[in-house]
């Protein structure tokens, strides 16, 4: 009977304290979606070192510190969960990559014990991070060319020596 009594209870209260933990550990976002200093719009994301573990960005279990008296130029996150083509937005970061922290906003529409807090930010991500942003100059670069030329084309043209008779 006891034992009884006590596998009833146990389970339950087991399973609700690991099963959150496995999942939130887990990550396995479908993509990032950042926004900030120097970013043109917003930019999007699904680089593996950014979006398959919810800790990538910091470890909120074990690296909260306190609010640093000058952060940096930060970014705004928002991680995401793609749904049978259904985007839904988990939660919400601001990463400062150059002095190091992450402020955790929260779970989107919800809560955890990480919420509002500064966290000392995984240095790990910060190559990947900034890829990203090489990548955004680097598909922009044939446009550029191509504008160049053209512009060039239409100089050319404008100042072209014309023939007097």
Do not use: C
């Amino acid at each position: 009977m006891k034992t009884r009594l006590l596998v009833t209870i146990l389970v339950p209260v087991l399973v609700a304290l690991f099963v959150p933990a496995a999942v939130l550990a887990k990550g396995n976002f479908s993509f990032i979606v950042i926004q900030g200093s120097g970013v043109d719009g917003k930019l999007r994301s699904t680089d593996p070192a950014l979006t398959d573990d919810f800790f990538a960005f910091a470890d909120f279990s074990s690296a909260r510190t306190d609010q640093p008296a000058r952060p940096g130029p930060g970014y705004e996150v928002i991680r995401y969960y793609d749904d049978n083509g259904r985007e839904f937005a988990f939660d919400h970061l601001h990463y400062y990559p150059e002095t190091g922290y992450v402020y955790y906003d929260g779970i989107v529409g919800g809560w955890s014990e990480y919420d509002g807090k500064w966290y000392i930010a995984n240095p790990n991500i910060k190559d990947s991070f900034e890829n990203i942003f090489l990548k955004q100059t680097q598909s922009a670069a044939p446009f550029i060319a191509a504008a160049a030329l053209s512009l060039l084309f239409v100089l050319a043209f404008m100042f072209r020596p014309t023939a007097t008779h």
